[in-house]
């Protein structure tokens, strides 16, 4: 089993920057492809970046492409979302996910989720 416990939410004005980490248990929790995802109240939960298993590959949602920077540390067992120059359409809910099929844009296709932390993001 993996557990994935995400922080770093918060509130942050327009324009600003936050962090956020998923702290990853479990035997092979380091075998596995990570994303992040987010949901907005009334929206679906949609994807926002994947990392392979050693981190060679990314891939990120347009909406997103060079402002958030996914990244891993396997030896710490830690992801990382850098999100810069944020937006209010930014705000939302975002969860950590790990899965075995590699980097995929469906939630479904992720076997473990964490709790999610709140990211809102004023005008």
């Not at 327009?14 to 990570?34: D, K, P």
């Not at 679906?44 to 970046?49: C, G, I, K, N, Q």
């Amino acid at each position: 089993q993996v557990r994935l416990v995400e922080s770093g939410g918060g509130l942050v004005q327009a324009g600003g920057s936050l962090r956020l980490s998923c702290a990853a248990s479990g035997r092979t929790s380091s075998s596995l492809a990570m994303g992040w995802f987010r949901q907005a109240p009334g929206k679906e939960r949609e994807f926002v970046a994947g990392i392979s298993l050693i981190g060679r590959s990314t891939y990120y949602t347009d909406s997103v492409k060079g402002r958030f920077t996914i990244s891993r540390d396997n030896a710490k067992n830690t992801l990382y979302l850098q999100m810069i120059s944020l937006k209010p359409e930014d705000t939302a809910v975002y969860y950590c996910a790990a899965g075995w099929r590699g980097i995929t844009t469906t939630p479904t296709d992720y076997e473990y989720w964490g709790q999610g932390t709140q990211v809102t993001v004023s005008s």
